[in-house]
Nanobody, 120 residues
C-alpha cells in the first residue's frame, strides 16, 4: 500500500484545511487509516483514526471538537477536515494505514507527510 497526502499549507489562526490521503493498491477498505502529526522538537502525536468501513473513529485529545476524519472507500481516500486551527497545530501530518485501529503508531504503511503551518 502506498499513501500520498495532500492539502497541507499555510493558514492563519482560526482557518481551516482539509487533508487528503490517497492509497494505491487493492482492498483499501481492509485497512484502518490514521492521521499522525509531528512538530519540530516534539514527539509524534496521534490525531485521528478511522476503521475500514468508516463506522468507527478515534479522535486524539488535541483534535476533539475541531478535526473530523472520514473516508471514501470508492476513491481509496481518507480525509482530515480541520477547523479553528491554532499555531500549536503546526506540524507535518502523516497518513498511515494498518490492519487495526488504535491510538498508537502501530501502522504498517506511512505516507511522506504534508506540512501544515498555522500563523498567529
Amino acid at each position: 500500500v502506498q499513501l500520498e497526502e495532500s492539502g497541507g499549507g499555510l493558514v492563519q489562526t482560526g482557518g481551516s484545511l482539509r487533508l487528503s490521503c490517497v492509497a494505491s493498491g487493492r482492498s483499501f477498505s481492509d485497512y484502518a487509516m490514521a492521521w499522525i502529526r509531528q512538530a519540530p522538537g516534539k514527539e509524534r502525536e496521534f490525531v485521528a483514526g478511522i476503521g475500514g468501513s468508516g463506522s468507527a473513529t478515534l479522535i486524539g485529545r488535541s483534535a476533539k471538537g475541531r478535526f473530523t476524519i472520514s473516508r471514501d472507500n470508492a476513491k481509496n481516500t481518507a480525509y482530515l477536515q480541520m477547523i479553528n486551527l491554532k499555531p500549536d497545530d503546526t506540524a507535518v501530518y502523516y497518513c498511515a494505514a494498518g490492519r487495526s485501529l488504535d491510538f498508537g503508531f502501530h501502522y504498517d504503511y506511512w505516507g511522506q507527510g504534508t506540512q501544515v503551518t498555522v500563523s498567529s
